[in-house]
């Protein structure tokens, strides 16, 4: 990987993209930091000592919604709009039909993407103020509460352009990038506030070193499961056409153990904790409270067993919605390709399923488990200053950071590679 990036920053135009992106990083920073008028700084940091779905919102903004930035809705609208659009594609055919019609097809779901993000971003404004100025944490009259849903929505929708951004002229995806960085912004003040309680002896050595054991031990297992693919062999008929014969190659069909990401942890997190946001707008309601903490992961051992059945039900739903079992085995009849040893049509169809269902079993298994992780791990180290440790955050960095080194080194082979005549 160290090659990797040496390497890059000797090339002026790959220097020039890993570049492009640190500077892109930079204003986010600063617009990190920006607040908006009227929030009681105090009361909004008691606020989000409860946690609940606040804090993991905090987290994907970097930390910008607890400071209630112009960047405090970061880029979430723009993730929930991509999982809506991506999800009516299958449910109505007109979108169906158009996310088929290639490249100009593509641009048009961006477009309403787009448009649905805005849309989103205002409307989880309004709501944020609304419960921040019922707590008394916000004072604004309502042309400066209207100032301030016109902002944070503008704060996403440039977010969203700063992430297309990186695509086109950084390296990798941008919007996870943009998401990468929100999280990485948070550590320094971690690491900071771990170390002030390891100096004051607040924390001992052996917690220290049994934290560290289980972050590692942790990414290796990220990593392990990123990576792992189930190859399925393919053969490829032989057809003659002319005096040529194309295909009778061999080659396979690559299926990958944790093929729904991250999507199964951000669902199960909404659907969990929303009984504390219920709670957080209407207190007063008896027993709501009581029930929501006791559905809160990591409170108890029935709330964190709802949890981890929750993630692998909606592991399960995400890929076979992004992985379409169908659709692939007709694609295989149709080119003449088969995998060795089961008929095409239906046979394949049910091997295919079936060998999906298994390997998508211990993918939902893995992403339970680094789910309840992030709560665990304080329970069993005494380390509660350090939160990426579990759950969506090491899962988008990890998965992040080896995406970004794939490309990286795939920009690399594309300059360096000869071709066949010399």
């Known amino acids: ?108 779901i961006s477009q309403y993407t787009r448009y649905l993000t805005v849309g989103l971003a205002a409307l989880q404004a309004v709501g944020m103020n609304a419960m921040f100025q019922r707590s008394g944490i916000l004072e604004a009259t309502p042309f400066v509460f209207f100032q301030i849903v016109i902002t944070l929505a503008a704060g996403t929708a440039f977010l969203m352009w700063v992430g ?125 409270q009581a029930f929501s903490n006791w559905l809160q992961p990591g409170n108890n051992i029935w709330a964190s067993l709802i949890y981890a059945l929750v993630i692998v039900f909606f592991t399960y739903f995400y890929t076979a919605v992004t992985f379409n079992v169908t659709d692939v085995s007709e694609n295989l009849k149709k080119y003449g390709s088969f995998i060795p040893g089961i008929r095409p049509g239906k046979p394949t169809l049910d091997y295919l399923d079936r060998v999906m269902t298994r390997i998508t079993l211990a993918g939902a298994i893995f992403l339970a488990l680094i789910a309840l992780m992030q709560y665990w791990a304080p329970q069993l180290t005494g380390v509660h200053t350090f939160y990426l440790i579990g759950g969506t955050s090491l899962l988008i960095v990890v998965g992040v950071a080896l995406e970004t080194m794939q490309a990286i080194e795939a920009h690399l082979l594309m300059r360096n590679y000869e071709g066949f005549i010399k």
């Open 1 to 108: 990987m160290l090659q990797s990036l040496i390497a890059a920053f000797r090339l002026p135009d790959l220097r020039k993209r890993i570049l492009f992106v640190f500077g892109m990083f930079a204003v986010y920073v600063v617009g990190l930091h920006i607040p908006v008028p009227g929030v009681d700084r105090a009361a909004m940091e008691r606020l989000f000592t409860q946690g609940g779905l606040l804090g993991l919102l905090d987290v994907f903004s970097g930390g910008a919604l607890k400071r209630y930035t112009i960047f405090a809705m970061g880029i979430a609208p723009y993730i929930n709009a991509s999982i809506i659009m991506q999800l009516l594609s299958i449910a109505v055919p007109s979108l169906e039909a158009l996310s088929k019609e290639g490249e100009h097809g593509r641009k048009k």
């Open 164 to 288: 297309e951004q990186i695509t086109d002229r950084g390296i990798g995806n941008g919007v996870s990038m943009v998401i990468f960085a929100g999280i990485v912004a948070s550590l320094p003040f971690q690491i900071s506030q771990t170390w002030d309680l390891v100096s004051k002896r607040a924390i001992g050595i052996p917690s220290v070193i049994a934290f560290l054991t289980l972050f590692i031990g942790t990414v290796v297992g990220i990593v392990a499961i990123q990576q792992a693919q189930r190859k399925i062999p393919i053969q490829h008929v032989k057809r003659v056409v002319g005096n040529k014969v194309y295909g009778g190659s061999t080659s396979f069909l690559p299926l990958r153990v944790n093929s729904a990401g991250v999507i199964p942890i951000i669902f199960a997190v909404s659907i969990q904790l929303f009984p504390m946001t219920l709670a957080q707008f209407f207190p007063n309601v008896r027993g709501l």
